[in-house]
């Protein structure tokens, strides 16, 4: 929703997965944010466990281990920003579908905007990426970035 006196976005998500174009995505998103005065989500929606009992729980290990792995390396970087370069942030994580995932995060902190990486696998092409299905979903300005 618009409001008067407020110029460029309030809160930024930009969607994480590890992948070279999602933190060419988390870069592009940081920098947007310090320059427009932007807090910064960086959320990392982690693909549900599946399968028999034991392989369900290794993938969701697996899952928080990477997000811990990103916190660390986002939290490293930033600290070696100048303090002045440095975006307000916070790292989200969370288990589910990304899509939907990043959706109900950027619902409920009122995102707006969203940044996320072009997907780097060819089937997307025929089912849709998370990035094609946020453009669709035309509920806030999204930013791909290749």
């Not at 490293?76 to 790292?91: G, H, I, S, V």
């Amino acid at each position: 929703m618009f409001e008067l006196g407020n110029d460029g976005p309030s809160v930024i998500v930009a969607g994480i997965d590890g992948s070279e174009s999602s933190m060419r995505a988390a870069a592009y998103a940081a920098g947007l944010a310090r320059r427009q005065g932007s807090k910064l989500v960086l959320a990392y929606i982690r693909p549900m466990g599946a399968g028999t009992p034991q392989v369900g729980a290794a993938l969701v290990q697996v899952g928080r281990d990477n997000a811990d792995d990103l916190e660390r390396y986002i939290r490293e970087t930033a600290d070696r920003l100048p303090p002045e370069q440095r975006p307000r942030w916070e790292f989200y994580s969370a288990e589910g579908d990304p899509y939907r995932g990043l959706v109900e995060l950027a619902d409920r902190i009122k995102a707006d905007a969203v940044v996320i990486g072009a997907s780097e696998q060819a089937g997307h092409r025929i089912l849709g990426s998370v990035a094609v299905r946020l453009v669709k979903a035309g509920r806030w300005p999204v930013t791909v970035v290749p």
